[in-house]
């Protein structure tokens, strides 16, 4: 069991150890990724959850559940978007056992709430899980019609889950700093799948809403097309960042691991404008 006011480190260290307790089971392990555990929101949500008036069990089966729940949703995401009848047998099989896993992680957070009994708690979890799986429809749909809209969903992708926790505890000061700077990291990670791989699902969806006439072949725009899609992620970066670094003046107690690793993921950032600069 987690000691309550334990180092920062030290507890987030105990609680990545018990979710991947839940998580890393045997047989699913054989055929489906591993399952991530974003250690960026488990540090956000146990910061968050540092309040004087909740005891170790209670900040550990919050935060377990929130993780759990994360986590199921991030691995129903994994799931192919191909024809079914078109895959090798191998991979209809690994998509099976991800939807089950997925499933398998619901009904691991389920049964923590259905024990706990905090009602309120599972109707705010609940709208979460409602609104990050309406914006992740809007998004692989590409049901949006500019590149706000596309920006505001992700951001509501990344932060929804938080947000009602932010909202059932009434510390509403950490909302622009939380939304922002998991804004900022998903960002950098689509930009990162799309240097490693040439694709990503925000590039694919910023490609349809930016050049609507271009079909979905791999290679359908040019190096500079790619480019400027890049440029456009990095202005959104850029002026969450001021956000993000506003932010951190008006949030109380935020503690310095928090602060370090927020600081840690703005300084990665390479805009593509300075990369150019730096090649040429």
Excluded at 64 to 91: G, R, W, Y
Excluded at 210 to 233: A, G, H, M, W
Excluded at 243 to 249: D, F, G, P, Q
């Amino acid at each position: 069991m987690i000691k309550l006011r334990v180092d920062i480190r030290q507890k987030l260290s105990e609680m990545k150890e018990l979710v991947e307790r839940r998580v890393f089971h045997p047989y699913l392990l054989k055929f489906i990724q591993t399952p991530y555990i974003d250690e960026d929101k488990l540090l956000i949500l146990l910061s968050i959850l540092d309040l004087p008036e909740l005891s170790c069990s209670q900040i550990q089966n919050y935060a377990l559940t929130a993780m759990l729940i994360q986590i199921a949703l991030d691995t129903h995401e994994n799931v192919s978007n191909a024809p079914f009848f078109e895959e090798k047998k191998e991979s209809q099989t690994t998509r099976q056992l991800t939807v089950l896993a997925g499933d398998y992680y619901s009904g691991l957070y389920y049964m923590l709430l259905a024990e706990s009994a905090d009602i309120p708690m599972i109707k705010a979890l609940a709208n979460g899980i409602k609104e990050v799986n309406e914006h992740k429809i809007s998004v692989f749909q590409k049901e949006f019609d500019s590149i706000e809209n596309l920006m505001t969903s992700i951001k509501m992708i990344e932060s929804s889950l938080l947000k009602k926790i932010l909202d059932y505890f009434q510390v509403s000061a950490w909302d622009e700093l939380i939304t922002n700077i998991l804004f900022v990291n998903r960002l950098l990670k689509e930009k990162a799948e799309f240097a490693r791989s040439g694709r990503s699902m925000l590039i694919d969806a910023l490609k349809y809403v930016t050049f609507p006439k271009c079909d979905d072949r791999e290679n359908d725009l040019s190096n500079e097309q790619y480019s400027y899609l890049l440029i456009v992620c990095d202005r959104y970066i850029e002026y969450s960042k001021k956000l993000i670094e506003n932010s951190l003046k008006m949030v109380p107690h935020v503690n310095d691991f928090l602060k370090e690793r927020i600081l840690s993921i703005l300084n990665s950032h390479q805009p593509i404008v300075n990369t150019f600069v730096e090649e040429g």
